[in-house]
């Protein structure tokens, strides 16, 4: 696998970060790069339905079964055949007996005659037709329809939501809660998924503390792991927290082994700039395989990308809204194709009118964060949640979209039609 451009020389200073002097790498060109350097990884184990919420289909599911299995009604009312149905005026019927859900009328109905039937009972063979109850009126006992109807009306055939033989869920889909109602609907109970990547991550930094203890001048408290391991867990992947990591080779590598010796990915933050104390790309050049891409993405433009042991590297920048927008755009891709997802969709873009004024200069792909509404009178509005500098982290707690400014876009002014990515769960 040849992540990168070129492999940094082996007898580079790993700390003394390789500089490449490319021009930046398109967000498409990288994540596309990414997803075809990664095979799925192995493994399958068998779940009962409902532990198996957010997982990877492992295999094809055919139906046994027609889903309904039975012609039955659509309404609560009576049943008869079409071709009794008045063509003027009205007609009046027996009413012979009841069909309920689970208890199918055992008797005839014969002309003229019509069936008491309840929402999902079976439609019995003479009768074709359902016309609902409230266009229904009894007298003496009787049903009188008036005219209007449609032979044929209100009765849903066998199959009509999945045929016996039919495939009913492709392998590599999520198991989203239809997926998981599609599969009870055809009668499995349980189903072979794919085991779940293990995904280990690290913050770097000397100057990062925990969250709960006190903060030393100069010190921040490390936000990027809670922010990772949150969207980790929302793709369903396994999250192996190796804690922060300090800014020394020794430190670093050792982490690296580590994470490499549990798990099938490893996400790091922080190290990957031109500074002195940035040894994540420097490690990942010595002992790993290496790629580095300056991607035209802002915030985030460094990423290092590779394999180190058996695992897949991602080295994300250390600025925390950095980490979420490298994360959302290049990591989830990939780690998803990881996790063996063949049906991912490309996220949805909604066109909206700009209330605020977007500062951008032309050269790179824009992520700003911003709130997207929809305006009474139709359409879509979005505003920026403010301050966009890549280490203000409410401007992603604030936002549910992605404001989406192409490379080339300057400055946005009010009332400019702009494009939204809504974050769709994961942020
Ligand atoms: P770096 O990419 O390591 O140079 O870090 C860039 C900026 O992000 C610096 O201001 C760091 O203090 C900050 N930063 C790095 N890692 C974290 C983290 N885990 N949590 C919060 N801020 C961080
Ligand atoms: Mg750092």
């Known amino acids: 696998m040849t992540p990168g451009h070129d492999p940094s020389p082996a007898d580079v200073d790993p700390c003394d970060l390789p500089q490449h002097g490319h021009d930046l790498l398109r967000l498409e060109e990288a994540r596309a790069r990414m997803i075809a350097a990664i095979t799925p990884v192995g493994g399958e184990e068998t779940l009962e339905l409902r532990g198996a919420l957010g997982r990877v289909l492992a295999r094809d599911v055919h139906s046994s079964v027609d889903v309904p299995s039975h012609r039955n009604s659509a309404m609560d009312g009576y049943a008869l055949a079409g071709r009794d149905l008045p063509a003027a005026g009205s007609a009046s019927f027996d009413v012979v007996g009841t069909s309920w859900a689970g208890r199918p009328f055992t008797g005839e109905v014969g002309r003229g005659q019509c069936l008491r039937i309840m929402t999902g009972a079976t439609v019995p063979e003479a009768t074709d037709t359902v016309v609902m109850q409230e ?15 449609r032979a044929g009306q209100n009765v849903r055939p066998v199959g009509e939501d999945i ?35 293990r995904v280990a991550i690290f913050s770097t930094g000397d100057e990062l503390r925990p969250a709960g203890t006190e903060l030393a001048p100069g010190q921040v408290y490390d936000s990027n792991r809670y922010s990772l391991a949150g969207m980790l867990a929302r793709l369903e992947l396994e999250v192996i927290d190796l804690g922060v990591v300090a800014d020394t080779r020794e430190d670093t590598l050792s982490a690296f082994e580590m994470a490499a010796a549990q798990a099938d990915a490893i996400v790091t933050s922080g190290g990957v700039s031109v500074g002195e104390a940035d040894c994540v ?3 990942l050049a010595r002992h790993g395989e290496f790629g580095f891409w300056k991607v035209a993405m802002k915030p985030g433009k460094p990423v290092a990308f590779g394999r180190f042991g058996g695992a897949y590297f991602f080295g994300l920048p250390g600025n925390p809204v950095s980490v979420m927008v490298t994360f959302y755009q290049l990591v989830q891709p990939a780690l998803r194709a990881l996790a063996g997802v063949t049906d991912a969709e490309p996220p949805l873009l909604v066109r909206a009118t700009c209330e605020t004024r977007l500062r951008k200069a032309p050269g790179r792909l824009e992520f700003q964060r911003g709130v997207l509404a929809r305006r009474p009178e139709g359409g879509y509005t979005v505003r920026s949640t403010g301050h966009q500098g890549s280490g203000v982290l409410r401007s992603m707690s604030e936002a549910n979209c992605f404001i989406v400014l192409p490379l080339e876009q300057g400055d ?12 769709a769960g994961l942020v």
Do not use: K, N
Not at 135 to 145: C, Q, S, W
Not at 165 to 181: D, I, M, N, Q, W
Not at 412 to 423: K, L, R
């Open 281 to 283: 790309t420097g490690t």
């Open 135 to 149: 266009h229904v009126r009894l007298e003496a006992g009787r049903a009188v329809i008036e005219a209007g109807h």
């Open 163 to 197: 045929r016996r033989g039919e495939l009913a869920l492709a392998a590599g889909c999520v198991l989203t809660p239809a997926r998981l109602g599609i599969l009870a609907s055809v009668g499995v109970g349980e189903v072979a998924v794919r085991r779940r990547p």
């Open 412 to 423: 946005v002014q009010p009332g400019s039609e702009v494009e939204a990515q809504p974050f």
